[in-house]
């Protein structure tokens, strides 16, 4: 294959052999297979990997090289390996099986699994897929989907073990070895009264350790945190963090017991809401490693265009003092340093802030004592850095004036960051903004500005 293909197509580095996954050695002697059409030597390669190292193995190639593995897979290929690779390589196998093929791998998956690859697929194709569907499974998935996205309604699988309190642990085990509508795993057993709604819970373990005569209302535990249908994920993996489950029962507003949630979901959850607050805050998508130069390009335009506006403010207010600049020409060399200083000192108080909200560790209670928190760093930070940063100015240009302007400066925007760092993305919260997105955008607005606006004005009225 030649360089151009392989750029074209994206590859990905594969990963390093740290003692799981798979090796450096191996993803070369596919890629080696794959080109010389040794398609016998290819399914002894891949034969055995688990569905999440041949997700990053298809994922690390190149977009012919994983058609050409998808099609020596054939009707081999597991569809527990859908769910672990990244939707935009998704979308191109989507593309190769058609919606039948596809459809066929999604009805052998949990439901669960299901819904987070049908909802994250284009309405045309959506709607294809669950037309290729069975009546009662696509039942299934379309009331899921009916759910508010990214809410436990969503996130939940409809598979559950639940059983009435007066069974024994005896006819629940016999229960469950006859069943086939059980999931293939699971971690607790719920009870539930005559309604279907929740009453308690048995670990898996300790019903099997348990007398089979024993009753089980007799070892329940009825301590339970139970999830509403529509309770947004970032709030569910705050539970499942805060009271460390390992899985929980969804219900209707009614009570009634639909579904539950498992701590491998949660896990996934907690990575998705990381990344997509990591990407807003530098204006990318996790798309971006997998698409062409053109899409990336344009993703990428309109979070540039709006710094360009913010850096044009910035030069508004430096153009105000061009007088003052012409007459001291050091200004000019240690303006960046204000600035710099103040947009690290502030992108610093931003990031803790944008955390712990996300976190749920930052809110109304205890907001006040962050806010006072960064208010006296930045004043300590700036008076050190004041000192230095003076001390470096006179050194440097002779005049004790500069100097004490510079120091100046550089303590009223390090406290004005810290400030500002903590209550814009608090503001965002408040008025249902993601901090994650616009929360950078205005910080280095008002931390270029008011260094600038400080350092400048000060100038002007000292040394003029």
Request: proline content about 4%.
């Amino acid at each position: 294959m030649s360089e151009d293909l392989k750029d074209e197509n994206q590859t990905q580095n594969p990963p390093e052999d740290e003692g799981y996954g798979f090796s450096a050695d191996l993803f070369h002697a596919v890629e080696d297979a794959l080109e010389e059409s040794r398609v016998a030597e290819v399914e002894d390669l891949v034969e055995g990997l688990h569905e999440a190292d041949t997700a990053d193995l298809l994922e690390s190639l190149g977009r012919e090289e994983r058609q050409l593995l998808m099609e020596i897979m054939g009707a081999g290929f597991d569809p527990e390996i859908l769910p672990y690779l990244d939707e935009t390589v998704r979308e191109e196998i989507v593309e190769w099986l058609g919606p039948a093929g596809f459809a066929k791998l999604v009805q052998a998956l949990d439901s669960d699994d299901a819904v987070e690859l049908v909802q994250e697929l284009d309405e045309d194709m959506r709607i294809r897929i669950l037309a290729a569907l069975p009546q009662a499974y696509r039942r299934v998935i379309e009331e899921s989907l009916s759910y508010p996205e990214d809410s436990a309604g969503r996130l939940m699988q409809r598979e559950i073990v639940a059983v009435p309190s007066v069974w024994t642990v005896g006819e629940t085990i016999d229960y469950m070895r006859v069943t086939d509508s059980l999931p293939d795993d699971f971690y607790d057993i719920y009870i539930v009264d005559p309604r279907h709604h929740p009453v308690g819970f048995i670990p898996a373990s300790r019903m099997m350790r348990s007398v089979r005569s024993v009753r089980l209302d007799q070892i329940m535990e009825e301590d339970m945190r139970v999830i509403p249908l529509d309770l947004d994920q970032e709030d569910v993996a705050h539970m499942f963090r805060q009271y460390d489950l390992i899985s929980a029962p969804v219900v209707e507003k009614s009570g009634r017991l639909v579904g539950v949630i498992t701590i491998d979901d949660v896990v996934d959850v907690i990575d998705e809401e990381a990344g997509d607050d990591l990407m807003k805050m530098g204006g990318v998508n996790e798309a971006d490693f997998y698409d062409d130069v053109a899409d990336t390009t344009k993703s990428r335009f309109t979070w540039l265009a709006v710094n360009l506006v913010t850096a044009v403010l910035a030069s508004a207010v430096i153009g105000l003092f061009d007088a003052t600049i012409e007459k001291v020409v050091a200004l000019a060399v240690l303006m960046p340093i204000v600035a710099s200083m103040g947009g690290n000192a502030g992108t610093q108080t931003l990031t803790v802030a944008v955390r712990s909200l996300a976190m749920k560790n930052l809110s109304e209670i205890n907001a006040s004592r962050f806010i006072s928190k960064e208010l006296i760093i930045g004043f300590i930070n700036g008076g050190l850095f004041a000192l230095l940063t003076g001390t470096v100015a006179w050194l440097w240009f002779g005049q004790p004036d500069l100097a004490l302007v510079i120091a100046a400066a550089m303590i009223i925007n390090m406290v004005v960051a810290g400030l500002c760092g903590a209550l814009i993305p608090l503001g965002l919260e408040h008025f249902k903004v993601d901090p994650a997105v616009a929360s950078s955008v205005f910080l280095t607005t008002v931390t270029d500005i008011i260094g600038f606006f400080a350092f400048l004005g000060l100038a002007t009225f000292f040394l003029l």
